[in-house]
């Protein structure tokens, strides 16, 4: 019994013997890398092993670089700059602002407030369209005092849609001899667009919308003699136009 006792602690001796030397070569080799690293060499090995990392950095960028540009010589046979055409080059979107309509139409219903509209392109320009629609003596329509030619004007709102209605103005020409506007009923009259070429305005030829319905004026002002009633002579259909 008392010789495994021995037996034991002899082992035990020699596992702390054998720690204790581990521990002591551990910490002699930590010192003597700290101090290899404080000696005068080491700053200048360390340098030199950086500038080698960077150096083969950038050669490793220039090989991919002329690996770049080969595969794109090798793409283009001609070894000339290959630009692609884009799309938004050559077109362009439309659609996403107000579009001006307008026509010229005639107005009913005004109770001797009307009259007789000068000559005129607008005169001329309603004259044809009375006759497309099969009118007949369109001049004893027009001089009659009960109705007066206008002016429509309309804006098409953005992405209208076929069957939206939107408001519509209604004016009558300045060389207008009719007075006012009030309770007067505008017929059905196309819109077109209008257009500017070489300064001069015209109506492009297809129909956008159609125009009609009561019209709505201001109060006006009492009658001055030798005074027009500005406010009697313009007014507005809401939702008087379906495209």
Request: glycine share 12%; charged share 25%; net charge positive.
């Given at each position: 019994?008392a010789?495994?006792m021995s037996a034991?602690t002899?082992?035990?001796?020699?596992?702390?013997?054998a720690a204790?030397?581990?521990l002591?070569g551990s910490?002699?080799?930590?010192?003597c890398?700290?101090g290899?690293?404080?000696?005068?060499?080491?700053?200048?090995?360390?340098?030199?092993?950086?500038?080698k990392?960077?150096?083969?950095?950038?050669e490793d960028a220039?090989?991919?670089?002329?690996s770049?540009r080969r595969?794109k010589?090798e793409?283009?046979?001609f070894g000339s700059?290959v630009?692609?055409?884009?799309l938004?080059?050559?077109?362009?979107?439309?659609?996403?602002g107000?579009?001006?309509?307008k026509?010229?139409?005639l107005?009913t219903?005004?109770n001797?407030?009307?009259?007789?509209?000068?000559?005129?392109?607008?005169r001329?320009?309603?004259?044809?369209?009375?006759?497309?629609r099969g009118?007949?003596?369109?001049?004893r329509?027009?001089s009659?005092?009960?109705?007066?030619?206008?002016?429509?004007?309309?804006?098409l709102?953005?992405?209208?849609?076929?069957g939206?209605?939107?408001?519509?103005?209604?004016?009558?020409p300045?060389?207008a001899?009719a007075?006012?506007?009030?309770?007067g009923w505008?017929l059905e009259?196309?819109?077109?667009?209008?257009?500017?070429?070489?300064n001069?305005?015209s109506l492009r030829?297809?129909e956008?919308?159609?125009?009609?319905?009561?019209?709505?004026?201001?109060?006006?002002?009492?009658?001055?003699?030798?005074?027009?009633?500005a406010?009697?002579?313009?007014?507005?259909?809401?939702g008087?136009a379906?495209?």
């Amino acid at each position: 019994m008392a010789n495994r006792m021995s037996a034991e602690t002899v082992g035990d001796r020699r596992h702390r013997l054998a720690a204790i030397v581990c521990l002591l070569g551990s910490l002699w080799l930590t010192g003597c890398s700290t101090g290899m690293l404080g000696m005068p060499g080491a700053a200048l090995f360390s340098e030199r092993l950086a500038d080698k990392s960077s150096a083969e950095k950038s050669e490793d960028a220039k090989k991919a670089g002329k690996s770049l540009r080969r595969k794109k010589e090798e793409d283009n046979d001609f070894g000339s700059r290959v630009e692609t055409p884009l799309l938004s080059e050559y077109i362009g979107m439309q659609g996403d602002g107000l579009v001006t309509l307008k026509g010229v139409g005639l107005v009913t219903g005004l109770n001797g407030q009307g009259g007789d509209p000068a000559p005129s392109g607008l005169r001329t320009q309603l004259q044809n369209e009375m006759a497309r629609r099969g009118v007949k003596d369109a001049n004893r329509i027009l001089s009659s005092p009960d109705t007066a030619m206008v002016v429509v004007i309309a804006y098409l709102p953005t992405m209208c849609r076929k069957g939206q209605k939107f408001d519509v103005r209604v004016v009558l020409p300045p060389d207008a001899r009719a007075k006012s506007l009030k309770g007067g009923w505008l017929l059905e009259t196309r819109l077109f667009e209008e257009h500017e070429i070489n300064n001069q305005v015209s109506l492009r030829p297809q129909e956008y919308a159609v125009a009609g319905g009561a019209i709505l004026t201001g109060l006006g002002v009492e009658e001055v003699r030798g005074e027009r009633q500005a406010e009697l002579m313009a007014g507005t259909i809401p939702g008087g136009a379906i495209s």
